[in-house]
């Protein structure tokens, strides 16, 4: 009774626990892209520049970092690039000082977002294109932008651009994760023959056993090279970032490749079993915890751990099950070489395979979805970028790798079948279909490589923000005026401030001598901030230019002789420069994705709580018999290199064999 509670039970607890937290994770930064610049995308100036500003939603590495500004015959390389900080510099702002001037050096995060500043030349009458290369100061990814501004003349807007993967980085990349899944497949391999002892099978997993140990070797020497590949150019910059967090979580993942190499090592040699059990898990949690972290869950500003322990889960479950269906694959077309026998023993040890490959299929499935959320922005990011069109043929890879193994395991299980299908397929052992099912496990190893060298699908233009759109014309009442302020057009860039102020009293007791207007984020940080002159009509109008899009504090003063000032302060939306428009859609899919994870967590945690069940009850009934994967496998001929000398011998010539379940005959000791 009590295995069955834990199997109804339990699954029920993973499943609320799962949705408490996959509800409760926040949206984390996970690539450094392009937030607004200063000039906007698509503005147009009235006169040359001296200063480019680009606000970048995380810090990048100056050694990587190269801007080009080209029109017409002109090509500018800007010199002088230097990055300040912008993410807690209120204080200074609202002391006059500005908070732009602040190095980058005097930064408390290299997650925290910057601007990067450069000196521009003086610049004739036409329209300019700037380009931005850079790489990110906290998982070292490329990151590219573009954008277009015009002085005296009409320009469009560039609008979102990606950078393009480096083919060496995604091959490089590949290499580490193909020594992490043979490392994690070949443990499994070994976990499924362990129960059979017999020469063949204990032949192929040891050789998969010596194959995952080159592999995690090879994996650990390659991302030495890509990390090498990622820090050139950069000189002593490239050490302080080895030194810092970077490194720490490199040499986690590092760590985590060795242990599952010596742990491939140990089982091979057959030595200190629970040291390779406990250097196995150790290393399975470090490697996968590691890439996690190099990755896109440990960008941002704060760490997501939800973000973090989601992604280890998922690449444990992906790693696992395609190093394990490739190695398998292998293993497998050994087998067969040997006779009626091999082909048993193939049968039995890819029925084995199946449940664990079910529960790597479950979490994978569900850790994806949650993780798409982050990456995935909306179904226009899906669709128009390269990152979410490598996103689905990734899925597409592991769908028809999926869908071939859900084809062996119906072949490999009789009992699924009915009636002449039934009889057809019960001796029949996959070959070609496997290696189908190895190569498209393979393929959707390279694109995922290939998506953690990309630029996530991510950004302003990719999304519609979602709140209720804003009135840049706002009325209130501070002490005895009221005011009416009206910014237009309300984009970064240059702006103009129309303010109204009437009094309330009558008669007035001082005239108005002087308006001032001042555009603070929402950390405190001075964005602009202008003194007004008074037009004809009683209005008072001051130039503001807005230096980024998002949710502000606006505060207007108003100084008047013999009163002191009155201030007012309302909240403001600056929109951004250029409204992103839908090709099919731009609205959030973050909470989509959340529901449906749930979703697919609760139906799955019901089906394994059915399946337990099942399983419970059917070896409830057979606790004395032997095991179903093996039952089709000759017993007596363990220890043989070949199975011809099993097969030689029948029944009737052998008075001491027994034939048993699948007719096969077992020879006498």
Not at 383 to 412: E, F, N
Request: a positive charge.
């Amino acid at each position: 009774m009590i295995p069955l509670l834990r199997r109804a039970v339990v699954p029920a607890v993973v499943v609320a626990l799962a949705m408490a937290v996959f509800a409760g994770a926040g949206p984390a930064s996970a690539h450094a892209f392009l937030v607004s610049s200063n000039p906007a995308d698509g503005q147009v100036l009235d006169s040359s520049p001296t200063v480019l500003r680009m606000r970048l939603s995380e810090s990048v590495l100056l050694g990587s970092t190269s801007v080009t500004v080209v029109g017409g015959s002109v090509r500018h390389e800007l010199t002088g690039l230097r990055l300040v900080e912008t993410a807690d510099g209120g204080a200074a702002a609202k002391d006059g000082a500005d908070p732009l001037t602040r190095p980058r050096a005097a930064a408390s995060s290299d997650e925290a977002p910057v601007e990067l500043v450069a000196p521009l030349p003086a610049l004739g009458r036409g329209s300019y294109r700037v380009s931005l290369e850079t790489v990110s100061a906290d998982d070292l990814h490329r990151t590219a932008a573009v954008l277009v501004f015009g002085i005296q003349q009409q320009v469009s807007a560039a609008g979102r651009q990606e950078a393009a993967p480096r083919v060496d980085e995604a091959l490089l990349r590949w290499v580490v994760l193909a020594g992490l899944c043979l490392g994690l497949g070949a443990a499994l391999v070994r976990r499924l023959a362990t129960p059979a002892r017999h020469g063949s099978v204990v032949r192929v997993a040891r050789a998969c056993d010596q194959v995952a140990a080159a592999a995690c070797a090879v994996a650990a020497l390659t991302a030495v090279g890509l990390l090498a590949v990622q820090l050139s150019g950069e000189g002593s910059a490239g050490l302080d970032t080895l030194f810092g967090a970077y490194g720490a979580r490199w040499l986690t993942r590092e760590t985590g490749l060795l242990l599952i190499g010596a742990a491939a090592v140990l089982r091979w040699r057959r030595l200190a079993p629970r040291t390779a059990r406990l250097a196995l898990a150790s290393g399975a949690v470090l490697a996968t915890a590691g890439e996690a972290l190099l990755g896109h869950a440990g960008a941002g500003v704060t760490t997501s751990w939800v973000r973090v322990a989601a992604t280890a889960l998922h690449v444990g479950a992906a790693a696992t099950w395609a190093g394990a269906a490739v190695l398998l694959a292998g293993c497998a077309l050994v087998l067969r070489r040997e006779g009626v026998p091999g082909r048993a023993l193939a049968r039995a040890l890819l029925r084995r395979f199946g449940v664990p490959a079910a529960a790597c299929v479950s979490v994978m499935v569900v850790t994806g979805v949650v993780l798409a959320s982050s990456v995935v922005a909306s179904v226009d990011a899906l669709l128009v970028t390269d990152y979410g069109r490598v996103l689905l043929l990734k899925v597409a890879a592991a769908a028809v790798a999926l869908a071939l193994g859900l084809a062996h395991t119906r072949s490999l299980h009789p009992r699924l079948l009915v009636g002449r299908r039934r009889a057809a397929t019960a001796a029949v052992t996959p070959g070609r279909s496997l290696v189908v099912e190895g190569v498209a496990a393979g393929a959707a190893l390279a694109l995922a490589a290939l998506l953690a060298a990309g630029q996530p699908a991510v950004g302003p233009a990719l999304v519609a923000d979602p709140a209720a759109p804003f009135d840049p014309t706002v009325s209130a009442f501070a002490d005895d005026l009221q005011e009416q302020l009206s910014i237009q057009p309300n984009r970064p860039g240059p702006n103009v401030a129309v303010i109204t102020v009437s009094s309330t009293r009558r008669p007035d007791p001082a005239p108005v001598t002087g308006v001032t207007v001042a555009v603070y984020s929402k950390n405190g940080g001075l964005r602009s901030a202008g003194t007004g002159e008074r037009s004809a009509l009683g209005q008072w109008s001051v130039p503001v230019t807005m230096t980024e899009a998002g949710a502000a504090d606006a505060v207007v003063t108003v100084t008047r002789v013999g009163v002191p000032p009155t201030e007012l302060a309302v909240d403001w939306v600056v929109a951004q420069a250029v409204p992103p428009r839908a090709v099919l859609s731009l609205a959030p899919l973050r909470g989509w994705l959340l529901a449906v994870a749930c979703v697919l967590a609760a139906l799955l945690a019901s089906a394994w709580s059915v399946a337990g069940l099942r399983r419970w009850r059917g070896r409830s009934r057979r606790r004395t018999g032997p095991a179903v994967e093996w039952s089709e496998v000759p017993a007596g001929a363990r220890a043989t290199r070949t199975w011809a000398a099993a097969t030689a011998l029948a029944p009737d010539q052998d008075p001491g064999a027994q034939p048993d379940r699948s007719g096969l005959p077992v020879p006498s000791r």
